[in-house]
């Protein structure tokens, strides 16, 4: 909360929910986003939450309000990189959510985030077989990375995310609710 006022809170769009008359978008796509990312806080230890998760995008600049287009990604993918590496620096979060990628009947890839991989030093990725977390990897000595399958691109995936979340966020040492 910021000088009292609970809507100034950066986080607080992810327990309540605004109207498009108080300026935010109702769209089902970020409908959905919105669904996902307060999923995961609730799977958490929910005191305090907004100082132990930190959001941020792969891509900081968009046209839209939707993720960038695949001329201007290309054209930021090295500053939006060395960004984000700052940032998970700064951050050292135990476990980094990659909310990325899509889900394929034919493969399970890391396309959306691979760019990325590189400068953040991802390494050890290990493909899990079947359900809305694609893979597991590390990034530098003490942060677990979690690639997950966006919201809007949950083709055929019938398992409990929110399930398979704690699930793994607990094995990394997160605290969640049982």
Request: glycine share 6%; charged share 20%.
């Amino acid at each position: 909360m910021i000088d009292g006022c609970s809507y100034c809170a950066p986080m607080h769009w992810v327990e309540h929910r605004r109207r498009s008359d108080q300026g935010i978008s109702t769209n089902a796509k970020l409908s959905r986003f919105r669904g996902m990312i307060s999923s995961v806080v609730k799977s958490t230890d929910r005191q305090a939450w907004e100082e132990t998760i930190a959001l941020t995008n792969l891509y900081p600049l968009s046209l839209n309000s939707g993720n960038p287009s695949a001329t201007l990604a290309r054209a930021q993918m090295i500053e939006a990189a060395n960004l984000l590496d700052l940032k998970l620096q700064e951050w050292q979060p135990k476990v980094a959510l990659f909310i990325t990628e899509v889900n394929s009947k034919s493969r399970r890839h890391l396309e959306w985030s691979s760019g990325f991989h590189e400068t953040l030093g991802v390494k050890n990725v290990a493909f899990v077989p079947e359900g809305p977390i694609i893979a597991t990897a590390e990034i530098g000595t003490n942060t677990h990375a979690l690639f997950v399958v966006r919201p809007d691109a949950r083709v055929g995936i019938r398992h409990d995310f929110k399930n398979d979340l704690s699930y793994a966020l607990r094995e990394y040492g997160v605290s969640t609710e049982s």
